[in-house]
């Protein structure tokens, strides 16, 4: 089954690299890795921390580490704040990052503001776990400038995560990705890898 799986998703991302006339209707994939650190400073208090190499790996690397700490109020609810820097961009960013979990259903989200460019990122992920092996949902994830809805990207799709051990799990999503208005490219297939490295 896992081998199945494996060979449908390289089949895939090898198709997504295949030329396209006119508009692109499938985007090139995107991988991404994730690193997670963190410790308990109360029973309802973590510091938390989150280095990401690159917004996508396949592009090159821009930097970002998140610094920041999350409330557990209740058992079931995990608010976490961060203070990040891009090193890319040389910018700061702040990021809101709530969560919550019933039984085998989870959720989280990741709302971000760079400044001063006033960049904004959104991102909203639903899972359901099948077993200790792999979970299945649906995500979204949008980016562009606050203020200029004509600059701002969006989709939404399916999502399988894979746990290989308690340090490394794969996510790996397929959307329908609508381009921001400027430039003018419509409806098209996104592929994105994401790897979580666990400290």
């Known amino acids: 089954m896992i081998r199945f799986l ?4 390289i089949a895939f991302i090898g198709l997504t690299n295949t030329p396209v006339q006119a508009k692109q209707l499938v985007n ?37 580490l998140y610094l920041g700490a999350a409330w557990k109020p209740l058992q079931w609810l995990d608010i976490e ?11 700061p960013v702040l990021a809101f990052r709530p969560s919550v979990k019933f039984g085998d259903f989870w959720s989280w989200s990741d709302v971000e503001i760079q400044i001063p460019s006033m960049s904004g990122y959104w991102f ?6 099948l077993s200790d092996f792999i979970e299945l949902g649906i995500e979204g994830e949008g980016w562009g400038k606050i203020g200029h809805a004509d600059t701002w990207s969006h989709g939404v799709g399916s999502n399988m995560l894979l746990h290989f051990n ?8 397929f959307s ?8 003018n490219r419509g409806w098209s297939l996104d592929t994105f890898v994401r790897v979580h490295i666990f400290l």
């Open 124 to 129: 909203l992920q639903a899972q359901y776990t």
């Open 166 to 173: 308690k340090h490394v799990a794969v996510d790996i999503a």
């Open 81 to 91: 704040s961060d203070m990040a820097w891009d090193f890319h961009n040389a910018e």
């Open 28 to 64: 090139h994939p995107r991988l991404r890795m994730v690193i997670h650190g963190g410790s308990e400073l109360t029973p309802n208090v973590d510091s938390r921390v989150h280095i990401v190499p690159s917004t996508n790996l396949a592009s090159g690397l821009t930097p970002y």
């Open 176 to 183: 329908i990705r609508h381009a921001a208005p400027i430039e």
């Open 6 to 9: 494996v060979m449908i998703i």
